[in-house]
C-alpha cells in the first residue's frame, strides 16, 4: 500500500529512537510474561509442593523435626546423603495429615479418625494418618519460605523493570513520533509553498489547512498509540503462543483458532471503516474550509444579513459529519468489546471441555500451578487481541489521514534551485500567447507586444479582457498554452522560477502584510536588505509622512493582513517593499485604485522614484493614472484591440477614446 510505504519512509528517518523504543517494548513484554511462569513455580514447586516425596534423614539444611525425626523433600537432598524411610505430607480438605507410607497414586482423599482413604478409578487404598497441628505444618513449610520470598521478590523485579522500560518505550515512542510529525508538517508546508498558483483555484484554504494540522494530528496517533499497541500486542500474543506451547502444547493449538477469527474480523471491520473515514475526513476538511471563508467574510455575511443561509449550509456539513460519525461508533462498539466477548466465551467453552476431559483420566491430570498459569495466560491473550481491535478505528484514520496528507505531497510542484542570476535589463516581449486557465477556453488570444527596457506599460480594458492574465503569465504564475514570452531575449520558461521572480516586484491593488513589523513587511526577513535600506525605501515612496506618528515607527506591531492599518498605510507600506527589493520589472496592480486622494498623491510622486530604470507595468482602470505611459494596451475579450501611447490613442478615438471621455465626463458631472 502506497501510504503505508510513506509511512513507513518518514519512520526510517528516526529508526535509531523506534527500534530502541520497540525493543524497550519487547524487554518489557518478556518480563511481563515471565510472571505466570513464577507463579507456577510459587504454587507447584513451594506451596503444594509440600506434598512431594520425603525422606528420613539426619539433622541437616532444609530438615524438618516431627515427633523425634528430621525429614527432607526429595529435592532438597545432594549427592552424598542418603534416604531413609518414606513419607508423605497430603491435604485432605482443609486439614493436612503425616502417612508414615508412600501413596502411590493421586485421587480423592477422605480422612476417617486416623485413616486416609484414597480412591481414583474404583481402586481403594487406606493410610494410617496423623492430622498436623498448626505448628508441625508450619515446620514442614519453613524451608519454602525462603524459596518463595525469593521468588515473590523476583516476580516484583519483573514487574517494575516491565513497568520501568515501558514508561521509556512509551517516551521514545512519543518523542520519535513528534518528530516524525514535525518533519511531515515541514513537508507539507514547503511543498504547499511549491505548489502552482493554479492548484489553489480550486482548492479552499480550509481543506489545505486541515490536511496539515488534522490530518498530521491523525497521523501522529498511528506512530504513538497505534504503533505501540500493534507492536506490544503482537510480542504479547507470540509470546503467549510460545508459553502455551512450552507448558501444554494442545491448548495452544486450540487457542490458534483465535487467528482467523481475528483476521476475518479484520477484514470485514477494514471494509467499512475505510469509507466512512473518508467521509468523515472530507467534511472536516469542508467544515475547516467554511469556517475560514466565513471569517475572511464576516462583514459581508454580516452586511447582507447572510447569517442564516450560512448557518444553514455549515448544519448541513456537520449533520453529514454527525452522521458518519455515528455510524463509526456503531462499527467501533461492534468489533471491540463485543468481538472481545465472543472470543472470551469461545476460549471459555474450549478450556472447560479441554480440562473436563483431562480430569477424566488420571495419567492426564494437571497441576493447581498449570492450570493458574493456562488461566493466566488464556486472559493475557484476549487482551492484547482487545488493544488490536480498539486500535482499528485509529488504524483506519491514520490510513485515511495519511492518503490525504501524502496527496498533498504528491502534487507535482515547482522545482527549487539554488540557482541565481545577474539582474536582467527588463526587456519584456510577449510573441503570439494565448492562455487559458480551463482547457480550450482561452481568456487570453495571441498577445504580442514588447516592453523595452525603462518602459512603462500601461493595461487598461474592463473586467475579464485578460490583464492579469498577463502577468500571471510574466511571473510564471501560470504557464501560456502557446507562444512565448521572452525576457532579454530568453524563454522565461527556461528560467528557474525562483531566478526569475527574484528581479521582479508587485503592488498589489489590496496588499498583503503578514504578521510582525512594518520593517519586516518591507524587507521580509531578506538580511542583504539593511535598516537603512528599509527607511531610505519608505522615504523615497513618502511613507515616512504617513506613518510618522506611529510610536514605534518602523518596529510598529502588524498583525494578520495589517487590519489595524489603514489602507493607504499598507500600500505605502507595499510600495517600499518593492523599492527595497530593486526589481528589473515591476507590476503596479490598480495599486492605487482603494487609497484616498491625499496619500495617492504622495504615492503618485513617489512613483517616478519607483519606475526609474524598471520596466514597469501598470493595470488600471483610472486612465488620468496612466496619460505619461510610454505604451498602452487596450484588452478587450482577451485580445490587443488597439496600443499606443496616450496621445495616439486619443487621437485613433477609439476604444480607450470612449473610455477616457466617460470617465472624464463621469469626472466632471461629479465636480459639478
Do not use: C
Amino acid at each position: 500500500m502506497k501510504v503505508v510505504k510513506k509511512l513507513y519512509q518518514y519512520a526510517i528517518l528516526y529508526k535509531k529512537l523506534i527500534i530502541g523504543a520497540l525493543i524497550m517494548l519487547s524487554i518489557s513484554v518478556a518480563a511481563d510474561l515471565t510472571g505466570p511462569f513464577v507463579a507456577k513455580k510459587i504454587i507447584d514447586s513451594h506451596i503444594l509442593g509440600i506434598e512431594s516425596e520425603w525422606y528420613e534423614t539426619e539433622k541437616s539444611k532444609d530438615a524438618v523435626f516431627y515427633q523425634g525425626n528430621w525429614y527432607k523433600r526429595d529435592d532438597y537432598f545432594n549427592n552424598q546423603e542418603t534416604r531413609g524411610k518414606e513419607i508423605r505430607v497430603l491435604q485432605v480438605g482443609t486439614k493436612f495429615v503425616f502417612v508414615e507410607d508412600n501413596v502411590p497414586f493421586e485421587g480423592s482423599r477422605k480422612l476417617d479418625g486416623v485413616t486416609l482413604t484414597v480412591t481414583k478409578n474404583g481402586q481403594t487404598e487406606k493410610y494410617p494418618a496423623t492430622v498436623l497441628g498448626k505448628e508441625d505444618l508450619f515446620a514442614f513449610y519453613q524451608p519454602e519460605i525462603a524459596r518463595i520470598l525469593m521468588l515473590v521478590v523476583f516476580y516484583f523485579s519483573l514487574v517494575l523493570i516491565s513497568s520501568l522500560f515501558q514508561f521509556f518505550q512509551s517516551y521514545y515512542l512519543k518523542k520519535s513520533a513528534n518528530r516524525i510529525i514535525q518533519r511531515m508538517r515541514n513537508d507539507l508546508f514547503t511543498h504547499m509553498s511549491r505548489l502552482p498558483i493554479r492548484y489553489f483555484d480550486n482548492l479552499p484554504a480550509g481543506k489545505v489547512v486541515a490536511r496539515i494540522t488534522n490530518d498530521t494530528e491523525a497521523i501522529r496517533e498511528l506512530y504513538v498509540t497505534v504503533l505501540a499497541n500493534f507492536f506490544s500486542s503482537t510480542i504479547n500474543i507470540v509470546g503467549v503462543f510460545t508459553a502455551l506451547f512450552i507448558l501444554n502444547p494442545p491448548i495452544a493449538m486450540t487457542a490458534l483458532v483465535l487467528v482467523p477469527i481475528l483476521m476475518i474480523w479484520t477484514i470485514i471491520y477494514r471494509k467499512f471503516a475505510s469509507k466512512y473515514n473518508h467521509i468523515i475526513r472530507s467534511r472536516i476538511s469542508d467544515i475547516n474550509g467554511m469556517i475560514n471563508e466565513s471569517i475572511s467574510g464576516m462583514t459581508i455575511i454580516q452586511a447582507f444579513n447572510q447569517r442564516k443561509a450560512v448557518k444553514e449550509s455549515f448544519e448541513k456539513l456537520n449533520h453529514e459529519h454527525f452522521t458518519y460519525q455515528n455510524k463509526m461508533l456503531s462499527l467501533n462498539s461492534l468489533t471491540s468489546y463485543n468481538l472481545i466477548g465472543i472470543l472470551k466465551t469461545i476460549a471459555l467453552v474450549l478450556f472447560i471441555w479441554y480440562f473436563g476431559g483431562m480430569s477424566m483420566t488420571a495419567s492426564s491430570a494437571i497441576s493447581l500451578g498449570m492450570l493458574y498459569a493456562v488461566v493466566d495466560f488464556i486472559n493475557r491473550l484476549l487482551q492484547p487481541v482487545q488493544g488490536i481491535v480498539n486500535q482499528f478505528a485509529n488504524l483506519e484514520q491514520a490510513l485515511v489521514a495519511g492518503e490525504r496528507a501524502f496527496g498533498l505531497l504528491d502534487e507535482p510542484g515547482i522545482s527549487v534551485e539554488d540557482e541565481s542570476m545577474p539582474r536582467y535589463k527588463g526587456n519584456v516581449e510577449f510573441k503570439d500567447v494565448s492562455f487559458g486557465y480551463k482547457e480550450n477556453e482561452y481568456v487570453l488570444k495571441n498577445i504580442t507586444f514588447q516592453a523595452k527596457q525603462g518602459e512603462t506599460i500601461a493595461l487598461v480594458g474592463h473586467t475579464g479582457s485578460g490583464k492579469s492574465s498577463i502577468m500571471n503569465l510574466l511571473f510564471r504564475f501560470y504557464d501560456t498554452n502557446k507562444g512565448q514570452i521572452m525576457i532579454d531575449g530568453k524563454n522565461i520558461q527556461e528560467i528557474p522560477h525562483q531566478a526569475l521572480r527574484e528581479h521582479m516586484g508587485i503592488v498589489l491593488q489590496d496588499p498583503y502584510l503578514f504578521t510582525g513589523t512594518i520593517a519586516s513587511n518591507i524587507n521580509l526577513e531578506n538580511e542583504a536588505i539593511t535598516r537603512e535600506a528599509i527607511e531610505k525605501a519608505l522615504r523615497d515612496v513618502g511613507g515616512d509622512k504617513v506613518l510618522s506618528h506611529l510610536s514605534k515607527g518602523l518596529d510598529e506591531p502588524v498583525i494578520e493582513k495589517g487590519s489595524t492599518l489603514s489602507s493607504g498605510q499598507r500600500q505605502l507600506i507595499s510600495f517600499a517593499r518593492a523599492l527595497a527589493f530593486n526589481p528589473a520589472i515591476l507590476i503596479l496592480d490598480e495599486a492605487t485604485a482603494s487609497i484616498d486622494t491625499e496619500t495617492e498623491a504622495i504615492i503618485q510622486s513617489g512613483m517616478d522614484v519607483l519606475k526609474k530604470g524598471r520596466t514597469t507595468f501598470i493595470i488600471a482602470h483610472r486612465l488620468s493614472t496612466i496619460k505619461n505611459a510610454d505604451q498602452i494596451l487596450v484588452l478587450d475579450k482577451g485580445r490587443i484591440f488597439e496600443k499606443g501611447n496616450h496621445d495616439e490613442l486619443i487621437a485613433l478615438k477609439g476604444k480607450y477614446f470612449q473610455l477616457y471621455e466617460l470617465q472624464q465626463g463621469q469626472k466632471n458631472g461629479v465636480a459639478g
